[in-house]
């Protein structure tokens, strides 16, 4: 299993080195079911506003900018987690969305900024915070999208 997560933190350090400026990718496994999960929190997608609740799936996305990446991992928000995660999740170095309040401007995920420089800090620590969040490594039903500037 440390194998096919080496193999995605490898992947994911290539994908993000290859990105452009205000290109985006967002690296996500399949929701679960919405009929298992009630009353499970909203949508993401750099949301700030409430939509229609349904639990998603482990992921994280990143925004190029011209100095540095954007970081996001899913928080409480979207997903449901142990306090020891996010405590984790914390130690790692994300933000703590409860201690800035959506209509402060900020998201609901955890966010962090890596530097143009960081590439492998930034697919080390997405790595770790993947693993975190669930033991199973990504396979193929998982998402890798990848968007240039509209």
């Known amino acids: 299993m440390d194998e096919a997560w080496s193999e995605f933190r490898d992947r994911l350090r290539a994908e993000v080195a290859g990105m452009g400026e205000r290109d985006t990718l967002v690296v996500s496994e399949p929701d679960p079911e919405p009929a298992l999960v009630p009353d499970a929190p909203g949508r993401r997608w750099w949301q700030?506003?409430?939509?229609?609740?349904?639990?998603?799936?482990?992921?994280?996305?990143?925004?190029r900018w011209d100095d540095g990446f954007g970081a996001e991992c899913v928080s409480l928000a979207y997903r449901k987690m142990t306090e020891a995660q996010k405590q984790r999740l914390l130690s790692l170095g994300w933000s703590d969305p409860d201690a800035h309040p959506p209509r402060s401007g900020r998201s609901e995920n955890h966010e962090m900024w890596f530097g143009l420089d960081e590439v492998d800090r930034l697919a080390q620590i997405s790595t770790d915070s993947l693993r975190v969040l669930g033991e199973e490594p990504p396979d193929a039903q998982w998402t890798w999208r990848k968007d240039p500037p509209a």
Not at 48 to 63: A, D, I, L, N, S
């Open 48 to 63: 700030r506003r409430p939509k229609p609740r349904q639990e998603t799936g482990r992921y994280v996305q990143f925004m």
